[in-house]
């Protein structure tokens, strides 16, 4: 399952998933048929403690999930709003400098926003955005070379800095996905469930089928909800990215309203 989580749509893992969980439903039914077509009761205590487990750890992994999902969409947030301060601050620059660090910024933010949908979905040793950190270094040499008071470098370095720690936690974020190996036991404790499941069900094949097949589908759309919410950039549920594109739109007004941060 491995390189499968990985490589696969959600979808598509939930569908291999519910395959499997199927195929483990009827080996069950099929082994407890050759052995004893009678009564449940024997093993429907041991069936339920199954299910229990399963739910608990699809419960726990959704959390981490949805927990990652706010954290993303909250450092996209903090960016914007940090790039918002440091646009705001540039403009008290003196004129020679105020154009470039507008222009420099400007592309900074559109160099995030690229990003932010380029690379592999689930790659968990994806590098830093390494264009636009010359970018960020390109901003910290020109208010070093602006110079002025100290109240105004401190300002500036103040900015500066939060946008950096901001870009940082985001790429150490994007990195953070649910282990391979919690993936891999969902996908053991489902099939282990299923094949109890159909194990103990009803004599009759035919009445236990519909609630089987509801189990297996709640279950696997349950792992597909683990994997899209784990994946921020596609699928049902995504990180917005609009912060930081309505900030670039502000930044593109000031710079045609404003003269002096045009090069």
């Known amino acids: 399952m491995y390189s499968l989580v990985d490589e696969l749509p959600p979808l598509a893992v939930a569908l291999l998933l519910l395959t499997l969980g199927a195929g483990a439903m009827t080996a069950g039914r099929g082994w407890r048929s050759r052995l004893d077509g009678s009564g449940?009761?024997?093993?429907?205590?041991?069936?339920?403690?199954?299910?229990?487990?399963?739910?608990?750890?699809?419960?726990?992994?959704?959390s981490v999930?949805?927990?990652?999902?706010?954290?993303?969409?909250?450092?996209?947030?903090?960016?914007?709003?940090?790039?918002?301060?440091?646009?705001?601050?540039?403009?008290?620059?003196p004129a020679p400098y105020r154009a470039q660090m507008a222009t420099t910024l400007r592309a900074y933010v559109d160099a995030r926003l690229a990003w932010a949908s380029d690379g592999q979905e689930t790659d968990r040793n994806r590098p830093g955005d390494t264009a636009s950190d010359a970018l960020m270094e390109q901003m910290w040499n020109l208010t070093r070379q602006s110079g002025g008071d100290g109240a105004r470098l401190r300002l500036m370095a103040d900015s500066l800095t939060r946008v950096d720690d901001?870009?940082?936690?985001?790429?150490?974020?994007?990195?953070?996905?649910?282990?391979?190996?919690?993936?891999?036991?969902?996908?053991?404790f489902l099939i282990l469930s299923a094949f109890s499941l159909g194990y103990s069900g009803a004599a009759n094949a035919r009445l236990a089928r519909p609630p089987h097949a509801l189990f297996l589908i709640l279950a696997a759309g349950a792992i597909f909800l683990v994997l899209d919410l784990d994946r921020p950039r596609s699928g049902l549920v995504m990180v917005n990215q609009?912060?930081?594109?309505e900030l670039s739109g502000f930044m593109a007004r000031d710079l045609a309203a404003d003269a002096s941060l045009r090069p």
Do not use: K
């Open 40 to 62: 449940t009761a024997e093993t429907l205590y041991a069936t339920t403690a199954a299910l229990s487990l399963f739910t608990l750890l699809v419960g726990f992994t959704f």
């Open 65 to 93: 999930a949805l927990n990652r999902y706010d954290t993303r969409r909250d450092l996209v947030v903090e960016e914007a709003a940090s790039c918002f301060a440091l646009w705001q601050r540039l403009q008290l620059q």
């Open 166 to 188: 901001a870009a940082w936690r985001r790429e150490a974020m994007a990195r953070e996905h649910i282990p391979l190996s919690v993936i891999d036991a969902l996908a053991v």
């Open 242 to 245: 609009a912060p930081m594109r």
